[in-house]
Structure formats: structure tokens, C-alpha cells
């Protein structure tokens, strides 16, 4: 039983990081119908400007304090991705607008290309790593109720306590300031959003540069873990089957359909795996969204999918 | 002046109906084909077979197979590389496992394989649309990848993960130079292609038109969407088994499964698109792009005699390749093809455009 619930929180908690990603997927195809493939490009962009500015600016500017570091690299990092937003946006999108998911899709992976080499140019393309004070020390819980506890990784917890933060602040700024309202306003309808006067070019530089702050946190807490590294950009293909579980259109969906992913990815590669020879998380994930979208083929959360003649 | 149909008039049904009907397009096409299959192995380098003409060829059959299900049945595929390694696989077991097989009989009996699990993966259309069944595909992709890489019965237990054939031959003719390989490319490549023009321009074509075009009207007025839907995954799936035979025996002639990556499917998804949806030549004009691209782009810095290290260059062509894949989507998001076409038309007119 103690087992069963290391791996339980041990899914949870990679859920809730597969989350993190998904959520930068659901806001750009909300605001915008992009279905934004360069998410784990953005991810890796994002990471190594906080991993590189990080080490550059105590050299550049003689300091030695590692919170000022981190805390200038991001900033900096922030600001790079605001800007590749405003690029993104004016170069590909508004000349894109009107044409097919598919056509949208395929710039998007032209876009991911483009940025994967873009940032290893510009950084490097060795291993980096972010310091930004994660603990990496193991953590027993519920000790009481069994024999020896509940091992969990405390740099888990803690990042999913900031991933459940990140999720709080965006439900708050999508739902309580004025430029959340024009971003819910443009995803309901475009139209009539762009008839009552919201700019819709400026609302797609700012979802972007929102998905980027997601790709910026979700950059910091992979690399923290794993290193900054080119394979850092596959977790958005870790995402992808999180995204289309919980619904293409859905916040809370995303959060949800990661823990779902997390939890069945971690109890299968436990329970199942053993039998059918190991490493079958990655298509265990996109089985069991495929399970899911047979049952509801707009994802838990989407929104139903009206056709009409 | 030079093109155009004045004066050719159609007298019979057959002659209505044919794949060319302006003579000129007649002519072009011939002396296409003249120069593949007599000019190309008389004048052409190893290297040029070997680096270009091959993958091109193999390329092309398979985007022509992606076309049938994403260009003309809208059902958007992300796990292509998945039913090429099924076809290469397939056949390879067959190879192996049945003594004195045939090239030719493998390399169909791989196609048929990739038929069957290019169906099962492709029920789920049914009922997913769009994005979502993009994505799902991709539960193809990875399966597959992991089904080739840790069930050893597929690879024939090899200790390495890696496969290799040797001793090609097609009726007792060896396959084994640059030219003959292209040579036996080119025939196989040349007869999916009018059996997939043909089929595009028949009934059941016409169906996966409907259904693309809008799936609910169409059924309304009478198309079965299984059956459209299935057949376009059943025949797409089956030219894509047949190319990835050809890609794993032919050009590669040891693999892994590797191979057949998530890459794979994108670079064969970018050929398509660039190329021009819902085209036969469109495939071709787009494994043209594809396949010249990074070879033209890693020698560039060569040629230009500016010294880098060899990855910048590696970061620099993934740069510039993203760069021109936007570029060419801004510029004409109908695909090359699109382009050709409106060339004709114009050159119908010329040089008296009014």
C-alpha cells in the first residue's frame, strides 16, 4: 500500500509538470486556434536563456549573489520571450490568419525548428543546469499510517506547488482584469470581439507572451530536474496526449488530464510494464487519451463539437 | 503561343477523360519520364543516385500516400513513420522467415501489413476529428516505435536492435548498384503514381473529396464515411508500407527503428503541405523541396568557402529550414503545386494576357 502511494504522489506530481506545458498549448489554441506545436521549443528556448543569463551576469556584472543571478536571468529571460511573441506574431501569425488548422499547425513546427536552432546558436547546445534553490532531498510523509512512510521527492512538491501557484495567478488574471476578459472575449468569438473594438493582434502577443511565462516556468522546474538539454523539448510530447485528454479549449482540463496522464503513465509503467517489457509510458499515454476521446471526442473538458451543414 | 488547347478537340469519351488531356502535357510527361529512366542512368553520378535521386523517389511515394489520407480525405496523419516501419518490418520478416521469398511479393505483402494496422489506428477517425485525431495518431507513432525497438520475435532477436537484407534481386536481376536501384524505384514509384491518380479521379476519390470537404454533407447525401475514411487510411497506409520497403531495403539497406522516427512522419507531413494538398504532383514537387533543402544547405557554407564549425552549421540549417517552411506557408499556403498550376494558366494566356 505504501508503495501504491509513492507511486500515486510520484504521478501527481510529474502529472502536475505535464500540466505546465499542456497549459501554454490551451491558451494559445483558445485565444488564437493554433494549435502551437513550438510549445517544447519555446520550453527549451526559455530555459536556456535562464540557464546561460544565469551564469553570463555575475560575470558580466560582477556579483557573486546566486538570488540576483537567477532573479536578472529572469527578467531577462521574460523579456526575450515577450519579444519572441511580438515575433512570432507580426512575422507568421497575422499574415497566416484565416487559413487552415493544419496550415497553422505545419508553421508552427516550422516555428519550432526554427527556434531550436535559434537558441543553440544563441546559448550553446551543451548540458546546462538551473540552480534556483530546488531542495534535492527525499521527504517521508504519513509515517504514522505505514511502516517507514511515504517517500516523496521534496523538488516534486515543490514544483507542483508552483505549478498549482502559476495555474492560481493565471485563473486570476484571466478572470479578474481587464485583459483577461478581452483574451476570454477574443477565444469566445473573434468577431465580435475584434467589433467591439479589442485589438486582436495585441491579444495574440499577449497570449503568446503568457504561454511563454508558462514555458519559462515549466523551463525552470524540468531543467532544474533534468538539465538543460535539446531533449528538453520533447516534453511537449509528453503534453500533447494531456492536452487532447483534458480538451483543446480547457484550463482546468489541462490540469486535470495531466494528473490523469501522470498517474496512469506512472501505475502502468509499475503494474503493466513488468509484463509487456518496460519503457511503455509514452504510448501508454496517447492509448489512454485515445481511450478517453472515444468517449468523449472533444476531450473530458473541451468544448462539444457541433457540426452543422 | 506554345501552350495552349486551341484546335484539340475531344471526339470520344476516353479521349475526355484521359489523365493529360492537352497535348503538350503529353509530350512534357513523356519526355519526363525519357529523362528518368534513360537520360538519368546514362549521365547521372553515384553520389547523385545514392544522396538524391533515391530518397527523392522513395520520399515521394511515400508523401503521395500521405496525400490520399491527409490531401484528399482530411484526416490529418502525425504517425506516418509508424506504418513505414510496419511496411519495412512486415517485409523483412517475410524475407527471413519464409525461404526464396520474392522481392516484389515482400515489399506488397509489407504494404498489406501496413494496410492492417493503418485501418486499426485509423478507426478511431470515426469518431475523433481534427486536431484531436492528429494527436491520437501520434499513439501509433510511439507504439510502434516502442513494439519495433523491444519485441525481439519482430527483429528476429538481433543483438543490436538493427536489421539488415542483402542479396536483393527482381527476377533473377540484382539490385544492388546506384542505377538499378533507382531504376526499380522509379518503375515502383511511377506505377503507384498513375494508380493513385487514378484512383483520386474515381468514384471512391471522389468520396474522400466529400468527406474532406465537409464530412456531415456528405454523409447526408448518401457517402458512407466509414467506408471513405477506412479506404483512404487502407490505401494510403498501404503505398506508405510499400515506400518504407523500399526506404529500409533499398536506400538504407541496415536500419533501426530509428528510422521511422517521429521525424520521419513530420518531414513527410512538411512534403505534403509544401508541396500542395490534394495533388499528385504536389508530392513529388514537395519530396523535391525536402530532399534538396538540407542538402543544399549543409554544403552551402562549402561552397561559399566561409569556415564554421560543423554545429553551427548543423543549428543553422535547423534555422533556416524553419525559416523557409514559415516563408513558403506565408507565400503560398496552397503548396507548389498551387504554383505550377497558376504558371500554366498563365502561360495559356501568354503573350497576350487580355
Not at chain 2, 125 to 152: H, P
Request: glycine share 10%; proline share 3%.
Amino acid at each position: 500500500m505504501g508503495f501504491f502511494l509513492e507511486t500515486l504522489f510520484g504521478g501527481l506530481m510529474a502529472g502536475m509538470l505535464y500540466s505546465l506545458v499542456a497549459l501554454g498549448f490551451v491558451l494559445i489554441y483558445k485565444a488564437s486556434g493554433v494549435f502551437n506545436f513550438a510549445q517544447g521549443a519555446m520550453v527549451l528556448f526559455a530555459a536556456l536563456a535562464m540557464a546561460r543569463f544565469a551564469e553570463w551576469f555575475p560575470k558580466w556584472f560582477g556579483f557573486e549573489s546566486l538570488l540576483l543571478a537567477n532573479l536578472l536571468a529572469f527578467i531577462a529571460a521574460m523579456a526575450m520571450m515577450v519579444v519572441l511573441a511580438w515575433a512570432i506574431e507580426r512575422l507568421c501569425l497575422s499574415k497566416l490568419v484565416n487559413q487552415e488548422g493544419i496550415t497553422l499547425l505545419m508553421a508552427t513546427l516550422g516555428i519550432a525548428y526554427f527556434l531550436d536552432g535559434f537558441g543553440q546558436t544563441l546559448f550553446g547546445s551543451d548540458i546546462y543546469s538551473i540552480n534556483v534553490g530546488m531542495p534535492k532531498d527525499p521527504a517521508f510523509i504519513l509515517e504514522g499510517m505505514f511502516e517507514g512512510g511515504v517517500m516523496v521527492s521534496k523538488e516534486d512538491l515543490v514544483a507542483a506547488v508552483i505549478a498549482a501557484l502559476l495555474v492560481i495567478v493565471l485563473a486570476l488574471f484571466f478572470q479578474k482584469t481587464k485583459t483577461g476578459r478581452a483574451l476570454r472575449a477574443v477565444a469566445d468569438d473573434h468577431q465580435a470581439a475584434q467589433s467591439i473594438g479589442i485589438p486582436l493582434n495585441t491579444i495574440w502577443v499577449i497570449v503568446w507572451s503568457v504561454a511563454g511565462f508558462a514555458a519559462l516556468i515549466a523551463g525552470i522546474i524540468w531543467g532544474s530536474k533534468l538539465g538543460v538539454q535539446f531533449t528538453l523539448s520533447l516534453v511537449a510530447l509528453k503534453a500533447l496526449p494531456v492536452v487532447i485528454l483534458g480538451g483543446l479549449t480547457s484550463v482546468p482540463g489541462a490540469i486535470i488530464g495531466g494528473l490523469i496522464i501522470g498517474v496512469g503513465e506512472k501505475l502502468s509503467e509499475i503494474y503493466i510494464g513488468p509484463m509487456l517489457g518496460g519503457g511503455i509510458e509514452i504510448w501508454f499515454a496517447y492509448v489512454l487519451a485515445l481511450g478517453f476521446l472515444l468517449v468523449r471526442p472533444q476531450g473530458l473538458f473541451g468544448e462539444k463539437i457541433i457540426d452543422r451543414v | 503561343m506554345l501552350y495552349r488547347e486551341n484546335g484539340q478537340f475531344k471526339t470520344s469519351y476516353a479521349a475526355d477523360q484521359q489523365i493529360f488531356p492537352i497535348l503538350q502535357d503529353r509530350w512534357a510527361i513523356g519526355l519526363l519520364l525519357l529523362v528518368a529512366f534513360v537520360a538519368m542512368p546514362l549521365l547521372g553520378s553515384e553520389y547523385f543516385f545514392r544522396a538524391i535521386l533515391i530518397p527523392f523517389l522513395i520520399l515521394a511515394l511515400a508523401a503521395l500516400g500521405l496525400n490520399i489520407l491527409v490531401g484528399y480525405c482530411g484526416q490529418i496523419s502525425l504517425g506516418t513513420g509508424a506504418f513505414m516501419a510496419v511496411g519495412a518490418y512486415a517485409a523483412y520478416n517475410f524475407m527471413v522467415r519464409i525461404d526464396g521469398m520474392p522481392l516484389i511479393v515482400a515489399m506488397l505483402l509489407g504494404g498489406l501489413a501496413a494496410t492492417v494496422i493503418g485501418v486499426l489506428f485509423g478507426i478511431p477517425s470515426l469518431r475523433i476529428k481534427g486536431l484531436y485525431l492528429a494527436v491520437a495518431t501520434l499513439a501509433a507513432q510511439f507504439f510502434t516505435d516502442w513494439a519495433f525497438l523491444r519485441i525481439g520475435w519482430f527483429t528476429n532477436h538481433s543483438t543490436s536492435g538493427s536489421v539488415s537484407v542483402a542479396n536483393l534481386n527482381v527476377f533473377g536481376i540484382p539490385i544492388e548498384s546506384p542505377v538499378s536501384k533507382y531504376l526499380f524505384c522509379l518503375v515502383v514509384v511511377c506505377v503507384f503514381a498513375l494508380m493513385a491518380k487514378n484512383l483520386t479521379r474515381s468514384a471512391i476519390g471522389r468520396q474522400w473529396m466529400a468527406i474532406r470537404d465537409m464530412d456531415v454533407a456528405a454523409a447526408v447525401i448518401g457517402i458512407r464515411p466509414v467506408y471513405a475514411k477506412l479506404t483512404a487510411f487502407a490505401v494510403s497506409s498501404f503505398i506508405v508500407g510499400v515506400a518504407g520497403v523500399l526506404w529500409a531495403f533499398v536506400y538504407l539497406g541496415a536500419w533501426e527503428p530509428a528510422a521511422f522516427s517521429i521525424d520521419r512522419s513530420f518531414q513527410l507531413l512538411f512534403m505534403v503541405i509544401i508541396g500542395g494538398l490534394g495533388s499528385i504532383s504536389g508530392a513529388f514537387l514537395g519530396a523535391a523541396f525536402m530532399v534538396l533543402l538540407p542538402v543544399v544547405l549543409d554544403q552551402l557554407p562549402h561552397w561559399l568557402g566561409i569556415p564554421i564549425s560543423t554545429a553551427t552549421v548543423s543549428h543553422l540549417v535547423h534555422m533556416i529550414f524553419g525559416a523557409l517552411i514559415v516563408f513558403f506557408l506565408i507565400v503560398e499556403p496552397h503548396g507548389l503545386a498551387k504554383l505550377w498550376s497558376v504558371g500554366k494558366q498563365k502561360m495559356r494566356l501568354w503573350p497576350f494576357p487580355h
